[in-house]
């Protein structure tokens, strides 16, 4: 996803635009754990160029610490993420146990709250899941692939999606079915 500095520099303006009505010097300050999913996204960021950049003598050591960063704050936030699976604008907005398979495709500017698992059906399905663009997916939700989550779609709390969605809806339930379509 990111291959130049040109991406890096666009995939970090976005996310620092969604991030800034918050002060991560005053939370660090107050000893506040909201700003630990901002440095996250950003190390991710940061971690997904270097690797997609060829290795040479002058990234291998950016490289180094941006791995080992990206894995420290993983374990301390509890938030699985992995490299080249989500575009330019993630919204990590609370702290909280996240786990997004490396399978996963997610689209721009998605919203993601606590307690969000992204997994497969059954162990050693292959079970892609794609997620569009401007996605909200609430607190509890269990996506379970292989599916596929159109663009502009709210998933809501406690929601337990294993079966397509199309785009422009409001989805809920165990297992997650339409309750509305968005105009």
């Avoid at 500095?5 to 620092?16: A, G, H, I, V």
């Avoid at 290795?55 to 490299?83: D, E, H, S």
């Avoid at 330019?88 to 993601?112: A, D, Q, Y």
């Avoid at 406690?158 to 809806?169: E, S």
Wanted: charged share 20%; hydrophobic share 40%; with cysteine.
């Amino acid at each position: 996803m990111i291959q130049t500095r040109q991406d890096l520099k666009r995939f970090m303006d976005t996310e620092d635009a969604l991030m800034e009505h918050q002060n991560m010097f005053i939370k660090w300050m107050f000893r506040s754990d909201d700003y630990l999913p901002n440095l996250l996204v950003k190390c991710l960021r940061k971690y997904e160029f270097y690797k997609n950049q060829k290795r040479n003598i002058f990234n291998i050591m950016p490289y180094a610490w941006y791995l080992w960063n990206f894995r420290r704050l993983r374990v301390k936030t509890g938030i699985i993420l992995f490299p080249n699976t989500i575009d330019e604008g993630l919204s990590i907005v609370h702290p909280g146990f996240r786990r997004i398979g490396v399978f996963s495709h997610i689209g721009k500017n998605c919203t993601i709250l606590p307690n969000v698992l992204i997994g497969r059906k059954e162990p050693g399905l292959k079970a892609d899941v794609y997620i569009g663009d401007n996605c909200y997916i609430s607190t509890g939700v269990t996506i379970l692939g292989p599916v596929t989550i159109g663009s502009n779609v709210t998933i809501g709390a406690g929601a337990v999606v294993n079966k397509d969605i199309p785009d422009n809806c409001v989805v809920g339930g165990v297992p997650a079915k339409i309750l509305k379509y968005k105009e």
